[in-house]
């Protein structure tokens, strides 16, 4: 089955310890995002990437890292996490090559930093 | 000015009901055009791509207007099942790969 995966899909932590949240695609999509999702302020694109080792900032990419050392896996990595990344988080992939491109989104990971 | 705007809503309409949302975009360069489906508390899916000579899939129908930036989605005969939250979506091909979401209008269709 075609998926994106997240782990974990909940998370409550405190501030300062870091923290990996995984995603995985099986689709084989050069393209993959990670979006946060807060109340009134809908999806923000915080880091995307157009293939392996090749990575850009999107909208708010402070206090977030990634990495794409293989193609399929696309791991946020929270340094230090602070109370304001308590948020809603989306992996999400696609293929590139043509004029819309259907992104995949993952479960969602649901994370709180106190 | 946010980069993509939609209605606000909540849109509350009877069961059958033909319903209009409205996306404005702020940024020319942007080339494709999205609307996505959230249900509550779940990943957003794809409904449909926007294409510039408008498009159909089934009661649906998106709409753009590149001269004036603007994106409509109307669903005709309204189902307990369309009740969820429709993002407006922009990429700016331009720029790598970066989508930009409008913060989403929320639908209840009612019995």
């Known amino acids: 089955e075609a998926q994106v995966t997240q782990n974990p899909r909940y998370l409550i932590t405190v501030t300062g310890k870091k923290l990996t949240v995984t995603c995985s695609q099986n689709?084989?999509?050069?393209?993959m995002s990670w979006y946060r999702q807060d109340p009134g302020l809908g999806l923000r694109q915080i880091y995307y990437?157009?293939?392996?080792?090749?990575?850009d900032k999107g909208d708010v990419p402070e206090g977030y890292k990634v990495s794409r050392k293989e193609k399929r896996n696309f791991p946020l990595i929270l340094e230090s996490p602070s109370p304001n990344q308590t948020s809603l988080y989306f992996c999400?992939?696609?293929?590139?090559?043509?004029?819309?491109?259907?992104?995949?989104f993952g479960p969602g990971t649901r994370l709180t930093v106190t | 000015r946010k980069e993509v705007e939609q209605d606000p809503g909540p849109f509350n309409v009877p069961e059958g009901a033909t319903v209009a949302f409205n996306c404005t975009y702020s940024?020319?360069?942007?080339?494709?055009f999205f609307w996505y489906r959230q249900d509550c508390r779940k990943e957003p899916k794809l409904l449909m791509s926007?294409?510039?000579s408008g498009n159909e899939d089934g009661r649906f129908t998106a709409q753009l207007n590149r001269a004036s930036q603007y994106i409509s989605l109307l669903i005709r005969d309204s189902k307990l099942s369309d009740s969820a939250t429709y993002l407006c979506?922009?990429?700016?091909?331009?720029?790598?790969?970066?989508?930009?979401f409008g913060p989403g209008t929320r639908l209840s269709v009612l019995p």
């Open positions: 999400a992939s696609s293929f590139l090559g043509g004029p819309s491109y259907e992104q995949y």
């Open positions: 689709m084989n999509h050069e393209y």
């Open positions: 990437s157009m293939n392996v080792e090749v990575t």
């Open positions: 940024n020319s360069a942007s080339q494709s």
């Open positions: 926007v294409y510039s």
């Open positions: 979506v922009v990429n700016k091909l331009s720029e790598g790969q970066n989508f930009v």
